[in-house]
């Protein structure tokens, strides 16, 4: 009898004693839909009209409308998005969740590392809502995350996922600069690039980049621009906006160009209206072409230096960041380029190029 009311007791205890593989609990997880409520009034949905690389009936580029999303960080209405939502487009609009519509104007932006800072030109609603822009560093794989946006132009939709992996980038022809992207199995299509990725307390830790996927649609892995990284470039370095896109032009697209000397090139695509490029005086692409397997847009300014710099040179890319983050009022900013078989050189004041 002691030997049998000893093994149950035994039973009892080790089936009562914390084991090594349970999960330690955490007291209740915040509920998603409570979250969302905090935050959803900080996302809003980036409207732009730019120009297109088709043209219209009369041979002109048509004008093309865009829809991303972003996020409000600061109350004099700064807000994220993605470079590629803004990054050349003519007229920004900011629709908030109740509907307002308010006009903004692009502050900074990356490309290569695909992310934008704008600015809004009139007061915000009332009930919009000023995001907390968090730590990236402390997330782990594993962790519940979710995305707000406009995915297919449709506002306001919650995705659900987790950090499913942390991958870095090379964002320079040499690699010397890398940054942070999350991967996530959250759901992602057209229209939430530039949206907030959140953690469970509601902090933005991540601006939604891009999704790789062989069906087009959300069926694919999606990314994100880790918050540190944005708000390094963002907010402490204010990267340069420039207002325009560009094909790189090397090999045998150098020599089909006539580039002289064998050079590579930046050929200019599009121009933002009004933008830092446009004042500078750069002209973008006018006729729509397939070469190679490639449509791009021909007819503008083939780049060739900037600030004194070789753009082909992969050991000059980053004195050439360099140089267009120390430009202050006073500077000059200097690009030379190709314009009809001519090498010219186009110069403007720093501060001519800035509102």
């Known amino acids: 009898m002691r030997l049998v009311l000893s093994i149950a007791l035994c039973c009892l205890a080790a089936c009562s004693a914390p084991s090594r593989f349970q999960v330690e609990d955490r007291g209740e997880a915040p509920r998603l839909d409570r979250v969302f409520d905090r935050v959803h009034a900080s996302v809003v949905t980036i409207r732009t009209v730019g120009k297109s690389t088709e043209t219209d009936r009369f041979g002109r580029l048509a004008s093309a409308s865009g829809v991303g999303s972003g996020v409000l960080i600061s109350d004099d209405g ?27 104007r692009v502050l900074s932006s990356l490309p290569a590392v695909d992310l934008a800072m704008i600015q809004l030109t009139e007061a915000a609603p009332e009930d919009a809502s000023i995001a907390t822009l968090g730590d990236s560093d402390p997330m782990r794989v594993g962790a519940q995350v979710f995305v707000v946006g406009a995915p297919l132009g449709i506002s306001h939709t919650l995705t659900v996922g987790h950090l499913s992996a942390r991958r870095a980038k090379s964002v320079s022809p040499g690699g010397d600069v890398t940054v942070e992207l999350f991967q996530t199995d959250a759901s992602i299509n057209p229209g939430n690039s530039g949206g907030p990725m959140f953690n469970l307390d509601g902090e933005v830790i991540g601006v939604v980049s891009h999704i790789v996927t062989e069906t087009g649609g959300s069926a694919g892995l999606g990314f994100a621009v880790t918050s540190n990284v944005a708000r390094t470039f963002m907010i402490d370095k204010h990267a340069f906006w ?40 750069l002209r973008g692409g006018t006729i729509p072409v397939q070469l190679g397997g490639q449509q791009f847009l021909i007819g503008g300014d083939v780049m060739l230096e900037v600030m004194g710099h070789d753009v082909g040179d992969p050991s000059a890319q980053q004195a050439i960041r360099d140089a267009v983050e120390a430009l202050r009022p006073g500077d000059m900013v200097g690009v030379t380029v190709l314009r009809g078989g001519e090498v010219i050189s186009l110069q403007q004041p720093y501060e001519a190029l800035r509102d």
Do not use: C, W, Y
């Open 78 to 104: 700064r807000i994220l998005t993605a470079a590629h939502v803004v990054q050349t487009a003519d007229k920004v609009q900011v629709e908030f969740p109740g509907g307002e519509t308010v006009p903004a």
């Open 242 to 281: 420039s207002g325009m896109d560009d094909v790189t032009l090397s090999g045998e697209l150098a020599a089909a160009f006539n580039l002289p000397g064998g050079r590579t090139g930046k050929l200019i695509q599009r121009v933002a209206k009004d933008s830092p490029a446009d004042r500078l005086g």
